[in-house]
């Protein structure tokens, strides 16, 4: 059985509109591309058909991926999200012991990472790290690749 995924409200909307778009739109322009190709001539030498296939095949596995991501969402509420400590749905403020420098995450489900975004999933090491958590508290971290990593909480508020 598959594991329940926690998601936010924005996630669950974001992944939402994405099954739409593809569901509706993308699906459409590739039915469409088939069709076009399909009047090229014989299908068996049609790179064309081949393409718009191949393109169709990879489409649907996406959607079929994304409504299972959707059936194993469980929404954080958002107005249960507790600010005492690190959990999905908290931006939390931290501060590297070593250089100082101070960094600021939105903590959410795996499935809405985005490092780029300063979203991180509660798996991922620092989030594991820092869930459950106080503000004040000094976490150790362990990275991949040399000396662990020492945090201090600086400040917990809802995202």
């Given at each position: ?15 939402k509109?994405?099954?739409d778009h ?15 190709a399909?009047?090229?001539?014989d ?9 718009a ?8 596995q ?11 969402a ?23 012991q070593?250089s ?5 995450f939105?903590?959410?489900?795996p ?5 780029a975004?300063?979203?991180?999933s ?13 503000r004040?508290?000094v976490?150790?971290?362990d990275?991949?690749r040399?000396?662990?990593?020492k945090?201090?909480i600086?400040k917990?508020?809802?995202?």
């Amino acid at each position: 059985m598959a594991r329940e995924a926690l998601i936010t409200q924005e996630g669950l909307e974001k992944l939402k509109t994405e099954i739409d778009h593809l569901s509706t739109v993308k699906r459409r322009e590739v039915a469409e591309r088939i069709k076009d190709a399909r009047e090229f001539g014989d299908i068996a030498e049609n790179s064309e058909y081949d393409d718009a296939k191949n393109e169709q095949a990879l489409l649907e596995q996406r959607i079929a991926q994304l409504e299972e991501r959707l059936r194993r969402a469980s929404v954080v509420d958002e107005n249960a999200i507790d600010t005492e400590s690190v959990g999905v749905g908290v931006r939390v403020h931290i501060k590297d012991q070593k250089s100082g420098d101070s960094r600021k995450f939105q903590i959410v489900g795996p499935t809405e990472a985005d490092p780029a975004e300063q979203k991180l999933s509660n798996e991922s090491p620092i989030g594991k790290a820092l869930s459950g958590h106080k503000r004040g508290d000094v976490v150790t971290v362990d990275v991949p690749r040399g000396p662990k990593k020492k945090y201090k909480i600086t400040k917990i508020e809802a995202a």
